[in-house]
């Protein structure tokens, strides 16, 4: 009788223990990031772009990029869902899809609003704690604060 209650008990310990657990596979890089600046390093210029409200939010294997405010861009596709790989130093963002329609595969030109180089996109991780992430790829660096 004792040898069952206790593995009731191991199997009631590991089912509390396993289940609906908070998945912080990322790190400081899972949580939702709100992009502040962007620099263009081919001609040093600054910019501010809080105003856009342009959001990464990143859990698990997915990130997705979302923009509040886009009234500068005739862009009908105000969100996109996509993967990425993290490892060390480094940060490729890749197989984007328009979030409206998950069959239809992102451009360059519906990625660009959200300051993407391209559908696949590499980054160095130039600073990155539970506050701040900073980007940067040969064409800009992107500064991010966590919301």
Same mark, same amino acid.
């Given at each position: 009788?004792?040898?069952?209650?206790?593995?009731?008990?191991?199997?009631?310990?590991?089912?509390?223990? &396993?289940?609906?657990?908070?998945?912080?596979? *990322?790190?400081?890089?899972?949580?939702?990031?709100?992009?502040?600046?962007?620099?263009?390093?081919?001609? !040093?210029?600054?910019?501010?772009?809080?105003?856009?409200?342009?959001?990464?939010?990143?859990?698990? !294997?997915?990130?997705?990029?979302?923009?509040?405010?886009? *009234? &500068?861009?005739?862009?009908?596709?105000?969100?996109?869902?996509?993967?990425?790989?993290?490892?060390?130093?480094? +940060?490729? +963002?890749?197989?984007?899809?328009?979030?409206?329609?998950?069959?239809?595969?992102?451009?360059?030109?519906?990625?660009?609003?959200?300051?993407?180089?391209?559908?696949?996109?590499?980054?160095?991780?130039?600073?990155?704690?539970?506050?701040?992430?900073?980007?940067?790829?040969?064409?800009?660096?992107?500064?991010?604060?966590?919301?």
């Amino acid at each position: 009788m004792k040898k069952t209650i206790y593995h009731i008990l191991a199997v009631c310990a590991l089912t509390f223990t &396993s289940s609906c657990g908070d998945f912080d596979i *990322n790190g400081d890089l899972d949580g939702m990031w709100h992009l502040r600046t962007v620099e263009n390093l081919t001609e !040093n210029d600054i910019t501010s772009v809080k105003e856009q409200c342009v959001y990464y939010s990143i859990q698990q !294997n997915l990130i997705t990029i979302k923009r509040l405010n886009d *009234n &500068s861009s005739p862009n009908q596709y105000k969100q996109h869902v996509g993967r990425f790989v993290h490892t060390g130093d480094s +940060l490729i +963002l890749h197989s984007f899809r328009i979030f409206q329609n998950e069959g239809i595969v992102a451009t360059p030109e519906s990625l660009a609003p959200f300051y993407l180089d391209g559908t696949t996109s590499r980054y160095a991780v130039k600073k990155l704690d539970a506050d701040e992430m900073v980007l940067s790829s040969d064409k800009r660096m992107l500064t991010f604060k966590k919301f």
